[in-house]
């Protein structure tokens, strides 16, 4: 199977996860350098930004007469009521909000979020309007014992048995093996490739038009091979968004 492109017809996309990271000073910037080149670059890829709850207003704002799309990086399965400390996704669509990331490694592995509860924010995010970006990925441990796609058909599958396979009509997944965030390591083009066209095999027909990102350390250096692979659709991308120049050619290389 010849797994390069071009395949069927789905538009790249590239989302910035901020993660607990900026300052109103260096959001501004940051924000202002972006919306700056990419409308030099006149890129096609859809491109989001996923800042920590506090600054999305001020992102909002920033990015208003811009393509970018704003996205949450977590939310609470609750819509309202008494949970302290939560943010609901119909407070996130409020705020302007298109896309919010469900189930990254680091809520799975440092805030204890299981399968199941990582469904149900799923489930939250499609009923306030919201595109969620579904996180799966295999540890260093499973990925060594051979077990990388049971493990993401694991992932995967709680959601698809709380949601239906339709309601993946409405969503992103994002593959990123969990041993390749923020370690500057990341998954040969060829290996997340298989990974991906799983993931599409496993999503049925609604695996053919979603958009499958890779993540864990993407750069400007590899994100033209991984993204040249048939079923890698664009990218998450953590350490290098926080720099405009490399999330800008990360973004060209996507479209
Ligand atoms: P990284 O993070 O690009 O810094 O590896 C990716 C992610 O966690 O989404």
Redesign the pocket.
């Known amino acids: 199977m010849d797994a390069q492109k071009p395949g069927p017809q789905r538009r790249p996309l590239v989302v910035a996860?901020w993660k607990l990271n900026g300052s109103r000073r260096s959001n501004q910037a940051l924000l202002e350098a972006l919306v700056a080149g990419w409308k030099a670059q006149s890129g096609s890829a859809e491109v989001a930004i996923c800042p920590p709850f506090i600054y999305l207003p001020q992102a909002a704002e920033l990015l208003e007469k811009s393509e970018f799309y704003l996205g949450g990086q977590n939310l609470s399965q609750y819509s309202e009521g008494a949970y302290t400390g939560e943010v609901s996704g119909k407070m996130l669509a409020e705020t302007g909000c298109r896309y919010v990331i469900i189930g990254?490694s680091e809520r799975r592995q440092l805030f204890n979020e299981t399968d199941e509860l990582v469904a149900e924010k799923f489930a939250a995010a499609l009923s306030h309007g919201l595109t969620p970006i579904l996180c799966v990925g295999e540890s260093l441990e499973e990925c060594d014992g051979g077990h990388t796609l049971a493990v993401v058909g694991r992932q995967l599958g709680v959601v698809i048995d709380k949601v239906g396979l339709e309601a993946f009509a409405r969503a992103v997944v994002a593959y990123?093996p969990v041993w390749?965030?923020?370690t500057g390591r990341h998954a040969t083009p060829a290996d997340a490739q298989r990974v991906h066209a799983y993931i599409r095999e496993r999503l049925g027909v609604q695996g053919e038009t979603i958009q499958v990102l890779y993540?864990?350390?993407?750069k400007p250096d590899n994100a033209p091979e991984l993204f040249a692979m048939a079923d890698i659709d664009g990218g998450?991308?953590?350490?290098?968004s926080l720099k405009s120049e490399d999330f800008l050619a990360i973004c060209r290389a996507a479209g």
């Open positions: 996860n990254h990123e390749a965030i923020g993540g864990g350390s993407v998450l991308i953590g350490g290098a």
